[in-house]
C-alpha cells in the first residue's frame, strides 16, 4: 500500500469517485498529514492549476469555515478550479455563496424569506403530499431508478419557491446536470429538454444556450461563468417579469439587487438548491441499502428514527465533497505555513468520518446521537435550505421505507456513480420490490 505521503493527488482526481469517496485515503492522510498539499493535475482538457492545501480534520474544518477574514470565500471564489479570467472571477463573486460578511450577510438575508419556518410549513405538506405520488406512479413497475425517480422531488419544490412553471421543470434538471456533471462526459453536455413542452418562455430561453463550450485555445469554458449559463439566465430575467406575489423573484427584485447579483442567486436556487437533495437522496438509499440491518431497523421504528436516519445519512454519504477558501494572510494551521493568496480547500467527505468525533465513524448507525455532521457548512456559509433538504430526505425515504416491501438493489444492474471531485452523487441507482399491495 503506498504512505499516506504519496497519496494526496488521489483526492484531487475526478476519476477516483467514480470508484466511491476515498475514506481510507482521507483516513491515512488525517492521520499523517491532516493539512497537506495537493496537486492540481491536468484533467482532460481542463489544465493544471496552483495546487491546494487540503483540510481534513473535523476541528480545523470548522475553523476554516467560521473564519472568513482569514480564509476568503470572495478573493477567489469557492470551487478548486480558478475561474479562467478576471471577469468571470468578477462575475463569480457577486454570489452569496462567493462572498464573506458584511456583503454576504445582505444577500442572504434577503433570499432567507424562503427558508423561515412558516415557509417551510407551507412546503411541508405540499412536499410529502409530492413523494407520495412519485412513489405511487412507481409502484406498479416493481422497479425504478430511483436516481430518476427523487430527482423529481426537489425540481418540484424549487419550481414552487421561485414560480417556474409545470413545463419548464426540465430546466432545471439540464441546468444541474451541466453544472453537477461537468468533470462527467454523460452529464456535461446534458439536454434532456423536449423544446415542444416548454413556454414560450421556456423556448426563448434556449435560444440563449451557448453552442461552443471551450475557449479560443480549446480549454473548457468553465461551466458555472456567464457565457456557460447564458440559457439560464435569460430565462431568470423572463420568469422575473412576471412573479409570484411574494416569491423568492419577486423579493430579490424588489430587495435592489444588481444584474449580476440576480443571476448568481438565480442559479444558487436552481443549482444549489438542487444538487444537495438530488444527491443525497439516492445516496442515502444507497447506504441503506448497503446495511440491511440498519434499513430493517429503520422499517421497524421509521417514526422514531427517521430524523437520526436522515443525520446519519448526511455525515456518511456528504452531498458535497469540498469547499475552497483562499488564505488573506500568512497562517500556520495543523503545523503548516500557508501563504497568503493560497487555496485551501476543506473536505466534508474527511471531517465526517473523523474518529475524533464520531465513535465508530465508518460504521453507518441510524440511531447515531449528536451527530455534528458538516454535511451543510458550518459558520457565515451555513446552508440556508439545510432544513428544506431535512424535509424532503425525511419525507421521501419515509414513504420509500412504508410503501414499498421487498425493497432491495436490482440484481446484475450495478448502480453508478457521478465522477466529479466536487459533487457526491449517483447517476443510476436501479431498485426493485415487490408490488403484492
Known amino acids: 500500500m503506498d504512505s499516506a505521503a504519496g497519496r494526496p493527488a488521489s483526492i484531487f482526481n475526478p476519476d477516483t469517485y467514480a470508484e466511491g469517496v476515498p475514506y481510507e485515503v482521507f483516513r491515512e492522510l488525517r492521520a499523517a498529514t491532516p493539512v497537506c498539499w495537493v496537486e492540481e493535475t491536468p484533467v482532460g482538457n481542463w489544465p493544471a492549476g496552483p495546487g491546494y492545501w487540503a483540510v481534513l480534520r473535523h476541528a480545523d474544518v470548522k475553523y476554516v469555515l467560521r473564519t472568513p477574514e482569514v480564509f476568503s470565500s470572495y478573493l477567489g471564489a469557492t470551487q478548486i478550479r480558478d475561474p479562467d479570467s478576471l471577469a468571470d472571477l468578477e462575475f463569480a463573486r457577486t454570489m452569496m455563496l462567493n462572498q464573506d460578511p458584511p456583503d454576504q450577510s445582505r444577500l442572504r438575508r434577503i433570499v432567507a424569506g424562503a427558508f423561515t419556518p412558516r415557509a417551510l410549513g407551507e412546503l411541508t405538506e405540499a412536499i410529502e403530499d409530492c413523494s407520495r405520488e412519485l412513489i405511487d406512479s412507481v409502484h406498479a413497475a416493481g422497479e425504478a431508478d430511483f436516481v430518476q425517480l427523487a430527482a423529481d422531488l426537489p425540481v418540484r419544490t424549487l419550481a414552487w419557491i421561485m414560480g417556474v412553471p409545470e413545463q419548464d421543470r426540465q430546466l432545471l434538471v439540464d441546468w444541474a446536470n451541466r453544472v453537477i456533471g461537468y468533470q462527467d462526459t454523460d452529464l456535461a453536455s446534458s439536454r434532456i429538454v423536449d423544446p415542444d413542452r416548454l413556454t414560450d418562455l421556456g423556448r426563448a430561453a434556449l435560444a440563449h444556450r451557448p453552442t461552443i463550450m471551450t475557449t479560443q485555445d480549446g480549454r473548457p469554458v468553465n461551466p458555472r461563468s456567464r457565457a456557460a449559463l447564458a440559457d439560464m439566465f435569460a430565462y431568470a430575467h423572463g420568469l422575473a417579469e412576471r412573479p409570484r406575489s411574494g416569491s423568492v423573484l419577486a423579493r430579490m427584485r424588489e430587495a435592489g439587487l444588481s444584474t449580476e447579483e440576480f443571476e448568481t442567486s438565480f442559479f444558487l436556487f436552481a443549482v444549489a438548491g438542487n444538487e444537495t437533495v438530488r444527491n443525497a437522496l439516492p445516496g442515502g438509499l444507497h447506504t441503506l441499502l448497503s446495511h440491511p440491518d440498519q434499513y430493517r431497523l429503520l422499517r421497524e421504528q421509521r417514526s422514531e428514527l427517521i430524523a437520526s436516519a436522515v443525520e ?119 431498485i426493485r420490490w415487490r408490488n403484492d399491495h
Request: include cysteine; proline fraction near 8%.
Open 312 to 430: 446519519e445519512i448526511l455525515r456518511f454519504w456528504p452531498p458535497v465533497v469540498s469547499f475552497r477558501r483562499t488564505a488573506t494572510r500568512e497562517i500556520e494551521l495543523a503545523g503548516k505555513k500557508i501563504r497568503r493568496g493560497e487555496k485551501v480547500v476543506v473536505y466534508h467527505a474527511s471531517a465526517n468520518r473523523d474518529e475524533s468525533v464520531f465513535p465508530n465513524p465508518d460504521r453507518f448507525d441510524v440511531t447515531r446521537s449528536h451527530n455534528d455532521h458538516v454535511s451543510f457548512g458550518y459558520g457565515p456559509h451555513f446552508c440556508l435550505g439545510a432544513q428544506l433538504a431535512r424535509v424532503q430526505m425525511r419525507a421521501m425515504l419515509g414513504r420509500v421505507v412504508a410503501d414499498l416491501p421487498g425493497l432491495d438493489l436490482a440484481p446484475g444492474v450495478a448502480p453508478t456513480r457521478l465522477v466529479s471531485n466536487f459533487q457526491n452523487g449517483l447517476k443510476h441507482l436501479p
